[in-house]
């Protein structure tokens, strides 16, 4: 059984960087019928999709967050990461990564169990 | 961007009540619209794919429906442990996009 854990600082100045990884067990992260994503939440507001990586080449990141964002994949220790440059109190929020279907209804499962990240000084 | 339009943003029910949520997307995504359930301090989880089709693992007494812009989660008897915060999410298109979500909360 899949399962994703992130992992990062949880306090991060602003106009600073915001580095995350996620650690994917129990399946490849080289699976070709799978996208990794993440997605963020801001506490007691909605879920915003972040962007995803698809087998270490493809990438969509959100029009929103486009200019800010990069994702990679680390296949040798089956992690992927999230990089958010520039950031200011809005992007204080609880971090998921999670796993896509590719090529089918794309739905998003399993999540990991999220990290909290406060963008201060 | 295709919007997302969840209603109510949150009700009040009792146990054993028959609880729906609406979704409205802001246009046709056929049938690529999935429901989650997120419990507080939780990731969400997968309840309903395909609009209609139950996760494994989900209990029956959810089940979804509709197509194209509007689409309903419908809980037949509320138990305990469904009161949580209900998010739709289409996948017709990118950027990925949710509903702002729908708490359900004890009468």
């Known amino acids: 059984q899949v399962q994703l854990q992130e992992s990062g600082p949880g306090l991060v100045k602003p106009s600073q960087t915001l580095s995350l990884t996620c650690t994917v067990s129990?399946?490849?992260?080289?699976?070709?019928?799978?996208?990794w994503s993440w997605i963020r939440q801001p506490a007691g507001k909605g879920l915003e999709w972040i962007g995803r990586i698809y087998t270490s080449e493809s990438t969509y990141y959100n029009p929103s967050l486009k200019s800010r964002v990069s994702i990679s994949v680390d296949t040798s220790k089956n992690q992927f990461s999230l990089k958010l440059t520039s950031v200011t109190a809005a992007d204080t929020a609880t971090y998921y990564c999670?796993?896509?279907?590719?090529?089918?209804?794309?739905?998003?499962?399993?999540w990991g169990q999220g990290i909290l990240v406060t963008v201060s000084s | 961007d295709i919007q997302m339009t969840q209603s109510p943003s949150s009700l009040s029910a009792s146990i054993g009540d028959r609880v729906t949520i609406t979704c409205r997307a802001s246009q046709s995504i056929s049938k690529y619209l999935k429901w989650y359930q997120q419990r507080p301090g939780k990731a969400p989880k997968l309840l309903i794919y395909?609009?209609?089709t139950l996760q494994s693992g989900a209990p029956s007494r959810f089940s979804g429906s509709g197509s194209g812009t509007d689409f309903t989660l419908t809980i037949s008897s509320l138990q305990p442990e469904d009161f949580a915060t209900y998010y739709c999410q289409q996948s017709y298109t990118n950027p990925r996009t949710f509903g702002q979500g729908t708490k359900v909360e004890i009468k």
């Open positions: 129990g399946g490849s992260i080289s699976s070709r019928s799978h996208y």
């Open positions: 395909g609009a209609s």
């Open positions: 999670a796993r896509e279907d590719y090529g089918g209804d794309n739905w998003f499962d399993p």
